[in-house]
């Protein structure tokens, strides 16, 4: 299938810091999506974005479709110990109304 | 109140058995679906159901074996457990009638530890 490749792989940081991850592919995406996962959980939505360009806020995260519509950001300003968890990336493939494919996840851990 | 729920939470069991993970949605969605995520929490689309219809299965070995008895449950069956199939899976539900609606709810996990 096609691959989402997700980075950093992992993030360790202060309180208060503000962390950026991405999604790259080779492939051209019509929707990227973000989800968090809290350990014992299941992943959670948290923006999705349909338009290239589309700069999206939830809180204190920002989520950006590449223009290109290959890869996509999230960020997190001024990061609090419940930011806690892994972050996958997700797109829908353009000309297929399939199912998502999924980054291989970014774990963050926020430091006191 | 919980929008999707799995049952067992977790699962321990030899090698051999069979074994079954329960699903239900009250969200009323359409479509249903099977992840496996493994140890390096890689997650993996195994089955989606709309409408009580098998829409898709990936590459899954038919011991894996979903039944939906109505669109509010997607039940996984396991047949001859192997230590590979040791993992967490979730079930998920999306609203729509096509693959199209992307929002993903996700359950809480079942944890599959085959001894």
């Known amino acids: 299938g096609q691959q989402l490749n997700q980075s950093p792989q992992s993030m360790f940081i202060q309180e208060g810091e503000d962390v950026s991850m991405n999604c790259t592919s080779s492939?051209?995406?019509?929707?990227w999506l973000w989800y968090k996962q809290d350990p014992g959980e299941g992943p959670v939505l948290l923006i999705a974005l349909y338009k290239a360009g589309e700069l999206t806020s939830n809180g204190r995260l920002t989520a950006q479709f590449g223009i290109t519509r290959k890869d996509s950001f999230l960020n997190i300003s001024a990061s609090i110990p419940s930011d806690v968890g892994i972050y996958f990336c997700?797109?829908?493939?353009?000309?297929?109304?399939?199912?998502?494919?999924f980054g291989s996840g970014t774990q963050l851990t926020v430091l006191p | 109140d919980t929008a999707v729920s799995q049952t067992p939470k977790y699962l321990v069991t030899q090698m051999g058995n069979d074994k079954s993970i329960k699903c239900e949605q009250n969200?009323?969605?359409?479509?249903m679906y099977w992840y496996k995520q493994d140890s390096k929490k890689f997650l993996k689309i195994m089955f989606s159901?709309?409408?009580?219809?098998?829409?898709i299965n990936e590459t899954v070995p038919n011991r894996f074996s979903p039944k939906s008895p109505d669109k509010a449950h997607l039940n996984l069956h396991i047949n001859s457990l192997e230590l590979g199939d040791s993992a967490v899976y979730f079930c998920a539900s999306s609203q729509g009638q096509r693959l199209t609606n992307e929002k993903l709810f996700f359950g809480s996990g079942t944890q599959l530890s085959v001894l």
């Open positions: 997700a797109g829908q493939l353009a000309g297929s109304a399939r199912q998502l494919t």
């Open positions: 969200l009323g969605h359409d479509t």
């Open positions: 492939s051209i995406f019509n929707t």
């Open positions: 159901y709309n409408n009580k219809e098998l829409i």
